[in-house]
């Protein structure tokens, strides 16, 4: 296997903010867009806040099914304290109507502003009708959602998801100058979720079109390090030749590596293995030889969700989309990265 490069095209990995203005689909929308008139503020009397001017924020989180969503959650935690707003957190544990019935409970509730990442794209148009009924607005983060009607929701902030798969195969087709065939076998995200819809369909965009890549299995391991190792087993046991595993995140590649060693079989370099994410302990497995390249997605959003937050509840215009500035890390930068890396 040739020594692993960098497809890095991103500015400067250093850092970790958010670019406000970035993609060509930002603009600024009013946020009588969702929700009808500009809202009272909260110690108007509609806030679950109190009659003390605090902005009450209800968030549904998908789950705390990685490790990426766990620092995920600190750091909407960390940023909410910080601002002085007032969180009220609920874990839907990957589940839709978990979601559902908490942003149901944060409308009786009258919450000032919703913010959740759908555990999935599609289904949420009713709910997201509910709380514009009530006048509260809704910011998305991390996960879109399909809704052709996006007035449903105020604004956006995550990462290009599809980028990221592009990224993940551009690596993939540089760092490969042999003549092939290489069998690849991807671990999907969880069904029907923006992450796994979209790295998919920018993974295949590229590699798709190199036709030394044959994919010879593709299964959903649900973004966790259980299923990961559990599906990894058995496309081992099922195909003799693996030389690439893309896995959608770091979790289900940790535990696809522990099924490679357990099989007998050197990750890394038996399977060429191509992560998302950019945990720590992906990067200690890029130290280590084991993992080949990790594209980055940043889960620490929370500051830039809860100025948004503010923006909406004072009515203040917002982008539509906002965007995450995000790494690709080989081997050779990962021992250099590893301490700067905060979760
Ligand atoms: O939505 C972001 C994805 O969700 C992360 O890549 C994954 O680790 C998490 O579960």
Known sequence: MSAPKSSRSQPDLSRRHFAMALGAALVAVPLAACGGDKKQPSGGGNGGGGGDGAITFGFAQVGSESGWRTANTTSIKDAAKKAGITLKFSDAQQKQENQIAAIRSFITQKVDVIGFSPVVESGWDTVLKEARDAKIPVILTDRAVDSADDSLYVTFIGSDFVEEGRRAGKWLVED???????NVVVLEGTTGSAPANDRKKGFAEIVGNDDRFRFIASQTGDFTRAKGKEVMESFLKSHKKIDVLFAHNDDMAIGAIQAIEEAGKKPGTDIRIVSIDGIKEAFQAMADGKINVVVECNPLIGPQVM????????????????????????????????PNRTY
Not at 176 to 182: A, L
Request: net charge negative; proline share 3%.
């Open 176 to 182: 490969t100058k042999e003549d092939g065939p290489f």
């Open 307 to 338: 100025d948004l937050v503010k923006k909406v509840h004072a009515g203040d215009s917002v982008e539509k989309r906002v965007e995450a500035e995000e790494g690709v890390f080989t081997q050779e930068q990962a021992k250099d990265e590893l």
